[in-house]
């Protein structure tokens, strides 16, 4: 009974949303959840006036550490400092992404580059939330389709 009442006041709020034209593209996308979308909208991948992919990659906060002294040059893995539960969902919608959009080149850029070991997937996987985050905020502000995407039927 609590499960259906979460989803029938999450579809009244889908439904008064309705005229949020990001969140009801955002839903259209296959593998991209309600829940999902709306905390996408919520955490200010609209409404912040970001002007190019960099800036919409550094809310995520999975940026490059490296560390430079003298001759010593190596890369310490990735930056964790960002908006945690963005960076949760954002990770999530990558696992969905992956499953239900396996034509994107986003995810045929995943398995060439990652393959099957579970390791590296897990490396891998931050990589492609941090596109996809991209693609989404291009799709969601501007119209721009994500390439080889799937769209949920009606």
Known sequence: A??????????AAVQAAAAN????RLI?????????????????????????RRQIGGLLGF????????ELQREQGISRAGNAQLQSTMIQLAWQWV??????PITQWFHAHFGPKKRR?????????RKLLIA?????????EPDGAHFKTA
């Open 99 to 104: 499953r239900w959009q396996p034509g994107s």
């Open 28 to 52: 259209q996308l296959k593998g991209v959840a309600t829940t999902s979308a709306s905390v996408l909208v919520d955490e200010g991948e609209v409404w912040r006036e970001f002007r190019n």
């Open 2 to 11: 609590q499960i259906d009442a979460l989803e029938a006041e999450q579809a």
């Open 21 to 24: 034209s990001a969140l009801r």
């Open 63 to 70: 940026a490059p550490t490296p560390y430079a002294s003298g």
């Open 136 to 144: 989404l905020w291009r799709w969601a502000t501007a119209g721009v």
């Open 121 to 129: 997937r897990k490396i891998g996987i931050v990589a492609v939330a």
